[in-house]
Nanobody, 125 residues
Framework: QVQLVESGGGLVQAGGSLRLSCVAS????????MGWFRQPPGKERQFVAV????????YYTDSVKGRFTISRDNAKNTVYLQMNSLKPEDTAVYYC??????????????????WGQGTQVTVSS
């Protein structure tokens, strides 16, 4: 079992920045990919970004490229999502997820084994 706890969400004006963190605990000895997903109000969960175990591979959905940066610190069992130039359409509940079946990266939510409880990000115009 792996437990994931997100933090760092909040209310920010358009153009502002937030940094989300996700701390993993439990069975963290294996090598695993980490992803961020989000669920806007009234919409389905969407892929945002993913990072491989060694951090040598990252991938972003087109709408956040150039604005969001995913990173991780394996010594701290923590993954981050730096979000800059935020837009109202970035408003959503953000979830981190662990994919224990690969050290690479995948973008389908169904591929992920464990999920955090989510953190709300609200961007005002």
């Amino acid at each position: 079992q792996v437990q994931l706890v997100e933090s760092g969400g909040g209310l920010v004006q358009a153009g502002g920045s937030l940094r989300l963190s996700c701390v993993a605990s439990g069975r963290t000895s294996s090598r695993y990919a980490m992803g961020w997903f989000r669920q806007p109000p009234g919409k389905e969960r969407q892929f945002v970004a993913v990072i491989s175990w060694t951090s040598d591979a990252t991938y972003y959905t087109d709408s956040v490229k150039g604005r969001f940066t995913i990173s991780r610190d394996n010594a701290k069992n923590t993954v981050y999502l730096q979000m800059n130039s935020l837009k109202p359409e970035d408003t959503a509940v953000y979830y981190c997820a662990a994919d224990l079946r690969t050290a690479g990266w995948r973008i389908r939510a169904d591929d992920y084994d464990y999920w955090g409880q989510g953190t709300q990000v609200t961007v005002s115009s």
